[in-house]
């Protein structure tokens, strides 16, 4: 089955942690992004990536750090620098001038 | 920068009746995409229109976008409860993706 998936479901974060979120893609897709969403609230773009070996920073990513080794992962590693981290985080994917499909997302809570 | 809005914020209908969620954004593309959000889900795909004038239906649900007017509209007729849930819009400017709000949309028994 072709798909998007994200894991963990829920992750917990200590105080001056960095936490890593992973995406993987059998899509074959070339882009990859990052969203973060808070409660009751619409989608923020943290990161994305055209290609392998590229990406580019959204409207929100301080605190946040990508990278794009492999066409079909793009994890996301939420930093301590991230002073409020607790959200939904939801990983897409797409063909260029495609509709993007996205993963189940992780929730991500600070303890 | 690119500016994706949607009206209503929310939506609170009775079962049967008609309604249209707008979305207005502020610089030329010819494509455009709708997204249903369950709560406490990811966002699925609904329709992808691609044209001046495109046309999409499926149910109870019709897309139109009209890319001189830079407006699209969701159509929903005859809601039921399954209706229910968050609408987004979304533009993509060379392949970054620009989504409006969302449409918390209530059908009530």
């Known amino acids: 089955d072709g798909g998007i998936t994200q894991s963990p479901k829920y992750l917990f974060r200590k105080e001056g942690q960095n936490v890593t979120l992973s995406c993987e893609q059998n899509?074959?897709?070339?882009?990859m992004y990052w969203y973060r969403q808070d409660p009751g609230q619409g989608l923020r773009l943290i990161y994305y990536?055209?290609?392998?070996?590229?990406?580019q920073k959204g409207d929100i990513a301080e605190g946040y750090s990508v990278s794009r080794e492999k066409k079909e992962s793009f994890p996301l590693t939420v930093t301590s620098a991230q002073k409020n981290p607790t959200a939904f985080y939801l990983c897409?994917?797409?063909?260029?001038?495609?509709?993007?499909?996205f993963g189940p997302g992780t929730r991500l809570l600070v303890l | 920068e690119l500016k994706v809005e949607q009206n209503p914020l929310f939506l609170s209908m009775q079962e049967g009746k008609n309604y249209t969620i707008y979305c207005n954004y502020s610089?030329?593309?010819?494509?455009l995409y709708w997204y249903r959000q369950d709560p406490g889900k990811s966002l699925e795909s609904l329709f992808v229109?691609?044209?001046?004038?495109a046309v999409k239906q499926e149910g109870r649900l019709m897309a139109s976008l009209d890319t001189k007017a830079r407006l699209s509209t969701l159509h929903i007729t005859a809601a039921v409860h399954d209706l229910s849930a968050t609408y987004f819009c979304?533009?993509?400017?060379?392949?970054?993706?620009?989504f409006g709000s969302g449409t918390k949309l209530n059908v009530k028994p």
């Open positions: 899509l074959n897709h070339d882009a």
């Open positions: 990536s055209q290609i392998v070996n590229d990406f």
């Open positions: 897409a994917s797409s063909h260029p001038q495609e509709t993007q499909y």
């Open positions: 610089t030329t593309s010819d494509r």
């Open positions: 229109l691609l044209s001046n004038g």
């Open positions: 979304a533009v993509d400017n060379f392949n970054k993706f620009y």
